[in-house]
C-alpha cells in the first residue's frame, strides 16, 4: 500500500514535469511578446514592463485582420461543404442501393492512401488554367469534400435503424429529406469529429495557400505569419514575430478550451478508424 | 406490391446517382485530373507559360543523379528514425500512466494535446526562437546543467533532429490520445487472470497490453512516415531547408523546383518518386507489422 502510494506520487511528478514542458513554452510566447524587445529572449515570461509594441509593430507591417477573415472565409465554407457533400455521398453508399455503389466505395478507399505529393504540382496547374490563383475559389474548392468524412459518415449512417428510413419514406420525405432532416440529428458525434478535424486542419494547412496565393490580400493566416518571419519584414524583431504567433493561435486555442473533449474524442476515433 | 416496391428500388438508384454527384465532379476535377496530368508532365519540360516539351525520361536520369533529391530522401530517412521511436516510446510511456489512477487525469491530457491543436506556424516560429543557440531559453536550462551550448538548428547534423524532436512535441499529444483509447479497449478481467496465473507487471505489459494496442501502433507508425515525407513549414520556417541542405525535405525540394526555378515537370517527377516511395514503404510497414502480430 505504501509503495503504490509513492510509486503514484512519483508518476505525478513526472507527468508534472512533463507537463510543463508542454505548456511553458506558450505561456514563454505570449510573455514575450507583453515584454520589451530587448527582454524577449529571457527566461522569464515577465518582463521589467508591460508593452504592446510588438503588436503594434507587427500590425503596422501585415495586414492580420485581412488575413483573418481570410482564414475565417476559407475555414468556414470549407468545413461547412465537407460536412453537407460528404455525408451525402456517405448516404448513398451506407444506405441506397445503385449501380456502381461498390465501384465508388473502392475508388474512395484507394484515394486515401494517394500521398498529396502525387497530385500537388499537377493540382496547382489545374488552378492556373482555371483562373482560379490568388481566389477563394482556389483555397476552397479542392477542401470541399473528404474520403475520411465520407467514409465515416458512410459507417455511422449504417448503424441508423431502417424503420426510421422506411417511416420517413411514408412520411413522403426524399433522400435529401431523410438525410437532412433524419440522420443529421441522430449523427451528431460524426458531424463533431468531421467538423473538428476538417476545421482544425484547414485552419492551420499552411502548403497549399503558399502554392495558390501570392497576393497579400489574399492570403491566409499561417501563410502570412510564415512569410512575415521568413521574408525579412519581421527585421528579427522576435517579439514582433512571437506577436504573430500568438493572434494566430489564439482563435484556435479558444475553440479548442471550449470543446476540448469532443477535439480529443474526435481525434482518437479517427485514428482507430483511419 | 410487387410493383410498388419496384417503384421505390428504381427511385433509389436515381436518388443514389444524385446524391453521389458532387463527389462525381469533385473526384474528376481535383483528383483524377491531377493524377493523369502528373503522369503527362514527368515526361514534360515546362515552366508553365508556353507550351510543354516533351524529354521523354531524362526527368527520371535527372532526378536519379540529382544529389539534392537523395539528400531530401536521406534527411526524411533521418527524421524518421528519430521521430519515430521517440514518439511511439513516450506516448506509450504517457498513456500507460494516464491509464493508470492519477488524480488530474483530464488536465495532463489536454497539456500534452495543446500543441497539437496549435499551427505547425506558430509551433515552429516558437521553437526557432526556443532552438536559439546563443539565446534560447533551451541552452539557458541546459547551461544551468552544465550543458551546451548546444547548435541546435545552426549546425548540420543537429538540425534534423532538432527538427524531429520539435514534430515530436507537437504531435505527441495525439499519440497519446490513441494509445490511451487502445489501453482503455483492453478488457480488465485479462489482466485479473494473469493476477491469479502469478504474472508479473513486465509480463503483463508484454503478453496483454503489447498485442492489444498493435493497431494502434500501426496507425502510429504509418501517420509519423507519412509525416516525416510531408515535412514543410517546419524546415521552411526555422532553417529553410540549411544548414547546408541538411534539413531539406522532398516537399520543400518539390516546392523549390516549382517555384523558384519554375520547373514543373521536375517537380512533379520528384513528387512522383516520393509518392512510390510512400507506399513502398507503407506497404512494407504494413506487411511487416500485420505478420508480425499473427
Given at each position: 500500500?505504501?509503495?503504490?502510494?509513492?510509486?503514484?506520487?512519483l508518476l505525478l511528478f513526472?507527468?508534472?514535469?512533463?507537463?510543463?514542458?508542454?505548456?511553458?513554452?506558450?505561456?514563454?510566447?505570449?510573455?514575450?511578446?507583453?515584454?520589451?524587445?530587448?527582454?524577449?529572449?529571457?527566461?522569464?515570461?515577465?518582463g521589467s514592463q508591460w508593452?504592446?509594441?510588438?503588436?503594434?509593430?507587427?500590425?503596422?507591417?501585415?495586414?492580420?485582420?485581412?488575413?483573418?477573415?481570410?482564414?475565417?472565409?476559407?475555414?468556414?465554407?470549407?468545413?461547412?461543404?465537407?460536412?453537407?457533400?460528404?455525408?451525402?455521398?456517405?448516404?448513398?453508399?451506407?444506405?441506397?442501393?445503385?449501380?456502381?455503389?461498390?465501384?465508388?466505395?473502392?475508388?474512395?478507399?484507394?484515394?486515401?492512401?494517394?500521398?498529396?505529393?502525387?497530385?500537388?504540382?499537377?493540382?496547382?496547374?489545374?488552378?492556373?488554367?482555371?483562373?482560379?490563383?490568388?481566389?477563394?475559389?482556389?483555397?476552397?474548392?479542392?477542401?470541399?469534400?473528404?474520403?475520411?468524412?465520407?467514409?465515416?459518415?458512410?459507417?455511422?449512417?449504417?448503424?441508423?435503424?431502417?424503420?426510421?428510413?422506411?417511416?420517413?419514406?411514408?412520411?413522403?420525405?426524399?433522400?435529401?429529406?431523410?438525410?437532412?432532416?433524419?440522420?443529421?440529428?441522430?449523427?451528431?458525434?460524426?458531424?463533431?469529429?468531421?467538423?473538428?478535424?476538417?476545421?482544425?486542419?484547414?485552419?492551420?494547412?499552411?502548403?497549399?495557400?503558399m502554392i495558390v496565393v501570392?497576393?497579400?490580400?489574399?492570403?491566409?493566416?499561417?501563410?502570412?505569419?510564415?512569410?512575415?518571419?521568413?521574408?525579412?519584414?519581421?527585421?528579427?524583431?522576435?517579439?514582433?514575430?512571437?506577436?504573430?504567433?500568438?493572434?494566430?493561435?489564439?482563435?484556435?486555442?479558444?475553440?479548442?478550451?471550449?470543446?476540448?473533449?469532443?477535439?480529443?474524442?474526435?481525434?482518437?476515433?479517427?485514428?482507430?478508424?483511419? | 406490391?410487387?410493383?410498388?416496391?419496384?417503384?421505390?428500388?428504381?427511385?433509389?438508384?436515381?436518388?443514389?446517382?444524385?446524391?453521389?454527384?458532387?463527389?462525381?465532379?469533385?473526384?474528376?476535377?481535383?483528383?483524377?485530373?491531377?493524377?493523369?496530368?502528373?503522369?503527362?508532365?514527368?515526361?514534360?519540360?515546362?515552366?508553365?507559360?508556353?507550351?510543354?516539351?516533351?524529354?521523354?525520361?531524362?526527368?527520371?536520369?535527372?532526378?536519379?543523379?540529382?544529389?539534392?533529391?537523395?539528400?531530401?530522401?536521406?534527411?526524411?530517412?533521418?527524421?524518421?528514425?528519430?521521430?519515430?521511436?521517440?514518439?511511439?516510446?513516450?506516448?506509450?510511456?504517457?498513456?500507460?500512466?494516464?491509464?493508470?489512477?492519477?488524480?488530474?487525469?483530464?488536465?495532463?491530457?489536454?497539456?500534452?494535446?495543446?500543441?497539437?491543436?496549435?499551427?505547425?506556424?506558430?509551433?515552429?516560429?516558437?521553437?526557432?526562437?526556443?532552438?536559439?543557440?546563443?539565446?534560447?531559453?533551451?541552452?539557458?536550462?541546459?547551461?544551468?546543467?552544465?550543458?551546451?551550448?548546444?547548435?541546435?538548428?545552426?549546425?548540420?547534423?543537429?538540425?534534423?533532429?532538432?527538427?524531429?524532436?520539435?514534430?515530436?512535441?507537437?504531435?505527441?499529444?495525439?499519440?497519446?490520445?490513441?494509445?490511451?483509447?487502445?489501453?482503455?479497449?483492453?478488457?480488465?478481467?485479462?489482466?485479473?487472470?494473469?493476477?491469479?496465473?502469478?504474472?508479473?507487471?513486465?509480463?503483463?505489459?508484454?503478453?496483454?497490453?503489447?498485442?492489444?494496442?498493435?493497431?494502434?501502433?500501426?496507425?502510429?507508425?504509418?501517420?509519423?512516415?507519412?509525416?516525416?515525407?510531408?515535412?514543410?513549414?517546419?524546415?521552411?520556417?526555422?532553417?529553410?531547408?540549411?544548414?547546408?541542405?541538411?534539413?531539406?525535405?522532398?516537399?520543400?525540394?518539390?516546392?523549390?523546383?516549382?517555384?523558384?526555378?519554375?520547373?514543373?515537370?521536375?517537380?512533379?517527377?520528384?513528387?512522383?518518386?516520393?509518392?512510390?516511395?510512400?507506399?513502398?514503404?507503407?506497404?512494407?510497414?504494413?506487411?511487416?507489422?500485420?505478420?508480425?502480430?499473427?
Amino acid at each position: 500500500m505504501r509503495k503504490s502510494r509513492i510509486n503514484s506520487i512519483l508518476l505525478l511528478f513526472l507527468l508534472t514535469i512533463l507537463a510543463v514542458m508542454f505548456i511553458y513554452p506558450f505561456i514563454w510566447m505570449v510573455g514575450g511578446t507583453l515584454k520589451p524587445e530587448a527582454e524577449v529572449m529571457e527566461f522569464s515570461p515577465f518582463g521589467s514592463q508591460w508593452s504592446l509594441d510588438s503588436y503594434r509593430s507587427m500590425l503596422g507591417k501585415i495586414p492580420l485582420f485581412r488575413a483573418l477573415i481570410n482564414s475565417l472565409v476559407v475555414s468556414v465554407i470549407s468545413t461547412f461543404s465537407v460536412l453537407v457533400l460528404s455525408s451525402m455521398t456517405g448516404y448513398a453508399l451506407g444506405r441506397l442501393h445503385f449501380r456502381g455503389r461498390n465501384l465508388i466505395f473502392n475508388i474512395i478507399l484507394f484515394t486515401m492512401v494517394l500521398p498529396f505529393q502525387l497530385t500537388l504540382i499537377p493540382l496547382y496547374v489545374l488552378m492556373v488554367k482555371f483562373g482560379w490563383v490568388d481566389s477563394y475559389a482556389a483555397l476552397i474548392f479542392p477542401y470541399t469534400m473528404s474520403a475520411f468524412a465520407i467514409l465515416l459518415f458512410r459507417q455511422y449512417f449504417m448503424q441508423v435503424p431502417q424503420d426510421l428510413m422506411d417511416a420517413a419514406r411514408l412520411d413522403g420525405l426524399g433522400e435529401f429529406g431523410i438525410l437532412f432532416r433524419i440522420f443529421w440529428p441522430l449523427s451528431k458525434p460524426a458531424l463533431i469529429t468531421v467538423g473538428i478535424i476538417h476545421f482544425m486542419g484547414i485552419w492551420n494547412e499552411a502548403l497549399w495557400p503558399m502554392i495558390v496565393v501570392r497576393k497579400v490580400s489574399m492570403m491566409t493566416m499561417p501563410q502570412m505569419v510564415a512569410l512575415y518571419v521568413v521574408g525579412g519584414q519581421a527585421e528579427a524583431q522576435v517579439g514582433t514575430q512571437l506577436a504573430a504567433a500568438t493572434l494566430m493561435s489564439i482563435p484556435i486555442i479558444v475553440v479548442y478550451l471550449v470543446l476540448q473533449r469532443h477535439f480529443i474524442e474526435s481525434m482518437a476515433s479517427s485514428g482507430i478508424k483511419g | 406490391m410487387n410493383s410498388k416496391s419496384g417503384k421505390i428500388r428504381s427511385g433509389k438508384i436515381n436518388a443514389g446517382h444524385t446524391l453521389v454527384t458532387p463527389y462525381y465532379i469533385f473526384f474528376t476535377l481535383f483528383i483524377a485530373y491531377p493524377l493523369i496530368f502528373s503522369f503527362v508532365l514527368v515526361f514534360h519540360r515546362w515552366s508553365i507559360i508556353g507550351p510543354l516539351e516533351w524529354v521523354g525520361l531524362s526527368n527520371f536520369f535527372e532526378l536519379g543523379g540529382d544529389p539534392l533529391f537523395w539528400k531530401a530522401i536521406l534527411n526524411t530517412l533521418i527524421f524518421i528514425l528519430i521521430h519515430v521511436p521517440l514518439q511511439v516510446s513516450v506516448a506509450l510511456v504517457l498513456a500507460a500512466i494516464l491509464n493508470s489512477k492519477i488524480p488530474a487525469k483530464g488536465a495532463f491530457r489536454a497539456a500534452f494535446f495543446l500543441p497539437v491543436v496549435v499551427s505547425g506556424v506558430a509551433v515552429t516560429i516558437l521553437w526557432k526562437q526556443i532552438y536559439s543557440t546563443n539565446l534560447g531559453i533551451l541552452n539557458q536550462v541546459l547551461h544551468l546543467i552544465g550543458i551546451g551550448p548546444i547548435p541546435w538548428v545552426t549546425d548540420p547534423s543537429w538540425a534534423m533532429p532538432s527538427i524531429a524532436m520539435m514534430a515530436t512535441w507537437k504531435n505527441i499529444g495525439l499519440y497519446v490520445v490513441l494509445f490511451l483509447a487502445g489501453l482503455q479497449g483492453i478488457p480488465k478481467h485479462l489482466y485479473d487472470a494473469a493476477d491469479i496465473d502469478g504474472a508479473t507487471t513486465v509480463q503483463k505489459f508484454f503478453h496483454i497490453t503489447v498485442p492489444a494496442i498493435n493497431p494502434v501502433f500501426i496507425v502510429v507508425l504509418i501517420l509519423s512516415t507519412l509525416g516525416g515525407f510531408s515535412l514543410f513549414i517546419e524546415p521552411y520556417v526555422i532553417t529553410g531547408g540549411g544548414p547546408m541542405n541538411s534539413t531539406l525535405s522532398g516537399v520543400l525540394y518539390i516546392y523549390r523546383q516549382a517555384f523558384s526555378f519554375f520547373r514543373m515537370g521536375y517537380a512533379a517527377t520528384i513528387g512522383f518518386a516520393l509518392a512510390a516511395i510512400i507506399m513502398t514503404v507503407i506497404i512494407i510497414q504494413r506487411r511487416f507489422l500485420e505478420h508480425e502480430a499473427d
